[in-house]
């Protein structure tokens, strides 16, 4: 209550409250996921599917990428692309790996090209490695 000129006035606060739309929460459902998986118990593996994930969502932003640093992922669903990193070489100055993807759950596994770049008078900066996963998702992944 407000004492205005010796009256007591109620206040009345009014809020927006987020209505849950079951068509809105239905339709992010529905979206397209991509379930990335990465190579936890390698070490130096990190900062390459960082930069994977990065490439993976500017190469097709109306798909929710999930990640699941515990190696299990999610079941597929149709419309799901599944993208696993197989890194065979991680180094300072040499990363060299490919991708296996899978669209849905009928779908066989395939195998991306395995590549490979080095670097000689530098180490690897994040900007080296983005162009290396862009290249993976580029030559491995085709979005629909």
Excluded: Y
Aim: proline residues 7%; charged residues 20%.
């Amino acid at each position: 209550m407000l004492k205005f000129a010796g009256l007591f006035l109620p206040i009345f606060i009014f809020a927006a409250i987020p209505s849950t739309d079951a068509a809105a929460m239905s339709q992010t459902q529905a979206q397209n996921r991509i379930l990335l998986d990465c190579p936890a118990d390698l070490p130096g593996s990190e900062p390459v599917c960082d930069a994977l994930e990065q490439s993976l969502r500017a190469a097709s932003p109306d798909h929710v990428l999930v990640r699941d640093a515990s190696g299990r992922t999610p079941p597929l669903q149709a419309g799901d692309l599944s993208v696993i990193l197989r890194v065979s070489t991680v180094s300072a100055r040499s990363i060299a790996g490919h991708l296996e993807t899978r669209e849905g759950s009928e779908s066989d596994w395939t195998n991306g090209p395995e590549l490979r770049s080095d670097v000689m008078d530098t180490e690897f900066s994040p900007a080296l490695i983005r162009a290396f996963t862009d290249e993976l998702v580029r030559t491995s992944v085709i979005f629909e």
